[in-house]
């Protein structure tokens, strides 16, 4: 499974941005969002059920973040609102197949927050 994320940019605090996720194919259990800070582990952001209308948020972006699918298209978004500078980070797209485990990711996509 390949997956290629786009969509990352510059933005000022207080503003938005919806990430992409292209995944070259469908066979999927589920997708996630996950980011890495500057100096930081990565940490979880948000994932989504393939084939359930099933959603799990971090705590630090639950009512400003939305993960979404459009299985037709095999694509996954990750709509970024009201965006602190804390959110600054290389985000990454991973998979998993038939596993509990994330064992595909792209190569990750840079979100800056300026404040």
């Known amino acids: 499974v390949q997956l290629v994320e786009s969509g990352g940019g510059l933005v000022q605090a207080g503003g938005s941005l919806r990430l992409s996720c292209a995944a070259s194919?469908?066979?999927?259990?589920?997708v996630g969002w996950f980011r890495q800070a500057p100096g930081k582990e990565r940490e979880f952001v948000a994932a989504?059920?393939?084939?359930?209308?099933?959603?799990d948020y971090a705590d630090s972006v639950k009512g400003r973040f939305t993960i979404s699918r459009d299985n037709a298209k095999n694509m996954v978004y990750l709509q970024m609102n009201s965006l602190k500078p804390e959110d600054t980070a290389v985000y990454y797209c991973?998979?998993?197949?038939?596993?509990?485990?994330?064992?595909?990711w792209g190569q990750g996509t840079q979100v800056t927050v300026s404040s």
């Open positions: 194919e469908g066979t999927l259990t589920g």
């Open positions: 989504i059920r393939w084939s359930r209308e099933s959603t």
């Open positions: 991973a998979a998993r197949r038939f596993s509990a485990k994330f064992d595909y």
